[in-house]
T-cell receptor, first 111, second 109 residues
Framework: DAGITQSPRYKITETGRQVTLMCHQT?????MFWYRQDLGHGLRLIYY???????DKGEVPDGYVVSRSKTENFPLTLESATRSQTSVYFC??????????FGPGTRLLVL | GIQVEQSPPDLILQEGANSTLRCNFS?????LQWFHQNPWGQLINLFY???GTKQNGRLSATTVATERYSLLYISSSQTTDSGVYFC???????????FGKGITLSVRP
């Protein structure tokens, strides 16, 4: 399917477990982003990547790890999930400083 | 970093009415985008508009970069326009966007 996809769409996990959220885009966009959306905070950038093997921190990177070995994939890993990481996670992509396209989101609940 | 303020925070309209949503930002920008988040949570890009005016159907947007604000106009609103409207900006060399808190629009039939 063309576009940007995220998996899983819903995830329930327990405190301390490792969780990986997947993001895949078919446009070969150079930039990819991970955001979290929480009530009262809007959308906040966690990490972004300007190209394969180039990643950088956003506003709220603590507790998260990213990698980008291929242009089309940008996984986000919570190494040891905490309740404060319960959120909706959005992946996005863009070609340079242009329109950002968002995936459908992943709802994560950490018990 | 750049601060983004959107107003009003909430807006209730009757179907068919027009509305203006405002986005103020605290510093020079080279990237400004408007997004609509529908009631199912999907984020859709409406405009990429770092300066100037654009129109797409019933929606139009204007950014006055020198005065640090952008306006989103919705004409003849429909119930499907309901949701949250976000303004997001960037002023740096990269593509990192800073989002405003959003404007919640409810259009009543």
């Amino acid at each position: 399917d063309a576009g940007i996809t995220q998996s899983p769409r819903y995830k329930i996990t327990e405190t301390g477990r490792q969780v990986t959220l997947m993001c895949h885009q078919t446009w070969s966009h150079s930039y990819m982003f991970w955001y979290r959306q929480d009530l009262g905070h809007g959308l906040r950038l966690i990490y972004y990547s300007a190209a394969a093997d180039i990643t950088d921190k956003g506003e709220v990177p603590d507790g998260y790890v990213v990698s980008r070995s291929k242009t089309e994939n940008f996984p986000l890993t919570l190494e040891s999930a905490t309740r404060s990481q319960t959120s909706v996670y959005f992946c996005a992509s863009s070609e340079g400083r242009a329109t950002q396209y968002f995936g459908p989101g992943t709802r994560l609940l950490v018990l | 970093g750049i601060q983004v303020e959107q107003s009003p925070p909430d807006l209730i309209l009757q179907e068919g009415a027009n509305s203006t949503l405002r986005c103020n930002f605290s510093d020079s920008v080279n990237n400004l985008q408007w997004f609509h988040q529908n009631p199912w949570g999907q984020l859709i890009n409406l405009f990429y508009i770092p300066s100037g005016t654009k129109q797409n159907g019933r929606l139009s947007a204007t950014t006055v970069a020198t005065e640090r604000y952008s306006l989103l106009y919705i004409s003849s609103s429909q119930t499907t326009d309901s949701g949250v409207y976000f303004c997001a900006v960037s002023g740096g060399a990269n593509s990192k966007l800073t989002f405003g808190k959003g404007i919640t629009l409810s259009v009543r039939p």
